[in-house]
């Protein structure tokens, strides 16, 4: 197999990731551009990726012409239509951060962009390539289930992580962003239909911001943390949050410097980030229920909430033959056999060097190498089945705003 020369648009987080992994095995991906114009990412790109140019510009990138394989999109949500349409029309073909788009009109445009340039789109649905999916996935067809018939399954966002990027973050508001069940939740739609195998006709929700307002404000609660008399009794208290070892990770908006904990207080204060979570602009949900009724019949179950100790997804899987239970953080399967027996399934992410998602950005990036050499790739999903996740979505936001109503989906 050949090295595949890998663009990077878009240095945050995600882009790092990609980055990265290029740089950790330049026998699969060569990094032959990055594309980013926030000064600090830029001052990191050269400091981290020696000799890779970097471009301010992306009108810039496509008038040097240069050569790639892949172009990562990894820009903020609201730009990936228009991002993703250059590259494709220039010629590129794209491993696309989800949500593909943060409007159905900018999914489909960036789809039939897609068809009439005869460019491919990987959409980075990562659930899809962790050792926990993957081992579930070859479990069904393996047909020690029988046949699946239901499947229930939660994502429990975390209450930390709920108030970092929903209620305080760039996610918290869906014009600005994107409905939560669109923006946290289509990696989990597209689970349901991979692990189902056909696709969903009808999906009707139920979900509601219920505690993120105002009238859940502790009393004498004050517009920013820094200067609220609550802030030792009150769990979503910025100060804590942002300084406590085991949520550093959301501090990434901040300075770290030679002192992180003293730089984080000294840049949080009065910042977005610093908002009081009964205080703010947001108005995305923090729990939400999906019902979808697939293909033949067969049923899915999705709970959303934001009110968990930690961040972790479960699942349960009835067939006819065992059921199947859970928890992809805890690396925990369980088969459940209808004679008695219990199977205990391993689950191993031994070997991941660089990502998150338990594994799935790992394997995710080393199948998309296989792939790019013409290798047939389990799980890998392009633009004409990711789309369906994203539809599921809207479709759900959409069952969410009519009181359940159920909601028909239709791809064209």
């Known amino acids: 197999m050949t090295t595949k020369k890998l663009v990077v648009f878009g240095l945050g987080n995600r882009g790092n990731i990609y980055a990265t992994f290029a740089k950790m095995y330049p026998d699969k991906f060569s990094l032959t551009a990055i594309i980013e114009n926030d000064e600090k990412h830029v001052e990191y790109a050269n ?71 005869n460019r ?29 018939i239901t499947i229930n399954a939660s994502e429990n966002v975390g209450y930390y992580h709920q108030a970092h990027s929903f209620v305080r973050g760039p996610w918290r508001n869906k014009e600005m962003s994107s409905p939560m069940i669109l923006a946290k939740c289509c990696h989990d739609m597209d689970i349901y239909r991979y692990l189902m195998d056909e696709e969903c006709k009808t999906v009707c929700s139920f979900g509601d911001l219920y505690y993120f307002n105002e009238k859940h404000a502790p009393e004498g609660a004050t517009q920013y943390c820094s200067d609220c008399p609550n802030a030792k009794t009150c769990l979503y208290n910025a100060q804590r949050l942002y300084t406590t070892d085991d949520y550093l990770w959301t501090a990434n908006y901040f300075s770290r410097g030679d002192n992180p904990k003293e730089q984080i207080l000294k840049d949080l204060k009065h910042t977005q980030y610093d908002k009081c979570v009964f205080k703010n602009d947001n108005d995305v949900v923090d729990h939400q229920v999906v019902i979808m009724n697939f293909a033949k019949g067969k049923t899915a179950c999705h709970t959303m909430t934001a009110f968990s100790q930690k961040i972790y997804r479960d699942i349960k899987i009835h067939g006819t033959k065992a059921e199947l239970v859970g928890n992809m953080e805890d690396s ?81």
Not at 132 to 147: D, M, P
Not at 374 to 380: K, L, M, N, R, Y
Request: hydrophobic residues 40%.
């Open 120 to 148: 491919k789109a990987v959409v980075c649905h990562v659930l899809r390539y962790t050792p926990f999916y993957s081992t579930i996935k070859k479990i069904i067809t393996s047909g020690k289930l029988g046949e699946v």
């Open 332 to 412: 925990f399967i369980e088969v459940r056999y209808f004679t008695g027996e219990v199977e205990k399934v391993e689950v191993t992410t031994s070997g991941v060097t660089v990502g998150a998602h338990m594994g799935g950005d790992f394997f995710m990036l080393n199948s998309l190498y296989k792939a790019l050499n013409g290798e047939t790739v389990e799980g890998i999903t392009y633009l004409d089945v990711s789309i369906e996740s994203h539809l599921m979505s809207f479709a759900a936001e959409e069952s969410r705003l009519n009181g359940g109503k159920p909601v028909e989906i239709t791809k064209d």
């Open 47 to 117: 400091s981290n990726f020696s000799g890779v140019p970097v471009f301010r510009d992306y009108h810039d990138f496509l008038a040097a012409k240069i050569p790639a394989d892949i172009v990562a999109i990894a820009t903020q949500d609201e730009a990936h239509e228009e991002h993703a349409v250059a590259m494709m029309k220039a010629g590129y073909d794209l491993l696309l951060e989800k949500p593909i788009a943060n409007t159905l009109k900018g999914c489909r445009a960036i789809y039939e962009c897609g068809k009439k340039y």
